[in-house]
Nanobody
Framework: QVQLVESGGGLVQAGGSLKLSCAASGRTFSNFAMGWFRQAPGKEREFVAAISWSGISTYYADSVKGRFTISRDNAKNAVYLQMNSLKPEDTAVYYC????????????????????WGQGTQVTVSS
């Protein structure tokens, strides 16, 4: 079992920045591909960013490309999402997901591909 706990959400004005953290405990985190997803009220959970367990490969949704950066520190069992130039449409509950991956270059883009989820952290961007 792996437990994931997100933190770092909050209220920020448009154009501002936030850095989300996802702390993992339990099984070997370093073999886990990780992803960030978000869910706005009345909408389905959507992909934001993903990173392979080696950190070599990353992928971003078009809506956040160039503004958000995903990273990880396997020594600290943590993955991060640096969010810059935030927009009101970024408002959502942000979740981190994790799953075991065989290759260090593999990442996953779909919610059903992840077996572990955190409880989420609220991000609210005011206009």
């Amino acid at each position: 079992q792996v437990q994931l706990v997100e933190s770092g959400g909050g209220l920020v004005q448009a154009g501002g920045s936030l850095k989300l953290s996802c702390a993992a405990s339990g099984r070997t985190f370093s073999n886990f591909a990780m992803g960030w997803f978000r869910q706005a009220p009345g909408k389905e959970r959507e992909f934001v960013a993903a990173i392979s367990w080696s950190g070599i490969s990353t992928y971003y949704a078009d809506s956040v490309k160039g503004r958000f950066t995903i990273s990880r520190d396997n020594a600290k069992n943590a993955v991060y999402l640096q969010m810059n130039s935030l927009k009101p449409e970024d408002t959502a509950v942000y979740y981190c997901g994790g799953r075991n991956a065989l290759r260090g270059s593999t990442y996953y883009l779909r919610t059903y591909e992840y077996g572990y989820w955190g409880q989420g952290t609220q991000v609210t961007v005011s206009s």
